[in-house]
Each structure stands twice: as structure tokens, then as C-alpha cells.
């Protein structure tokens, strides 16, 4: 699967942005096959994840600072990702990427497990 983000941009502190990651497959593979992520990096900084949900869509994870703020939701008809982000603060400013993968973990999201990448979106938060 390849993966594309789409849907960043320049926010005021307190708004709202939807990413958006659409996947691109092969006639034998499907989208439901993956646990989709969204990971953010800022510069100097490691990437981390921020939500992940598990290829069925029956479990979620969000990292502490996501948490009640951020929605991860995926449509498997459109091989579509998407991160609903609410209350966005300057320190939420970063790249943000989509990943693809097999595996989901329940308390934490690891990169390694992740075997497609997006380009990333940037979004930017004003305070």
C-alpha cells in the first residue's frame, strides 16, 4: 500500500483540522489489511506516534496528548484514513504522516511496526 496525507495547514490555537490519508493498493491487497497510525515530528525531534487503529476499526490508541482532542477513523470503502484533531494547541505545530501496518498494540504505537509511509502534511498552530 502506498499512502498519502492531505487536509494540513495554518490554524489558530483552539481550532480545528481533519488529515486525511488515502491509500493507493494493489488488486490483491486491501486496506483492511492494515492498522493505519498517524505519527507527527517536529524538527530535532524523534517522530512519535499519535493515534493508531487496528484494521477492523474494533480498537483505537491515542497517545496521552490526543486524547479527548483527536479522532482517528478510517472509511475501508474509500481506502481512507482520517485524523480529526479539536482544541489543536501550538505545541500540536508539526509534519504529520499516515503509516501503514501489521500489527496493533494496545498500549503504544511503534514505529518499526509500520511498513508504508506517507510524505507528511504540516500543520501549523498559532497561539
Known amino acids: 500500500v502506498q499512502v498519502v496525507e492531505s487536509g494540513g495547514g495554518l490554524v489558530q490555537a483552539g481550532g480545528s483540522l481533519r488529515l486525511t490519508c488515502t491509500g493507493s493498493l494493489t488488486t490483491t491487497d486491501r486496506f483492511d489489511y492494515y492498522a493505519m497510525a498517524w505519527f507527527r515530528q517536529t524538527p530535532g525531534k524523534e517522530r512519535e506516534g499519535v493515534a493508531c487503529?487496528?484494521?477492523?476499526?474494533?480498537?483505537?490508541y491515542y497517545t496521552d496528548s490526543a486524547k479527548g482532542r483527536f479522532t482517528i477513523s478510517r472509511d475501508d470503502a474509500k481506502n481512507t484514513l482520517f485524523l480529526q484533531m479539536n482544541s489543536l494547541e501550538p505545541e500540536d505545530t508539526a509534519m504529520y504522516y499516515c503509516?501503514?501496518?501489521?500489527?496493533?498494540?494496545?498500549?503504544?504505537?511503534?514505529?518499526?511496526?509500520?511498513?508504508?509511509w506517507g510524505q507528511g502534511t504540516q500543520v501549523t498552530v498559532s497561539s
Open positions: 487503529i487496528k484494521w477492523d476499526g474494533s480498537e483505537l
Open positions: 503509516a501503514a501496518g501489521r500489527k496493533f498494540r494496545e498500549y503504544t504505537i511503534e514505529e518499526s511496526d509500520f511498513i508504508s
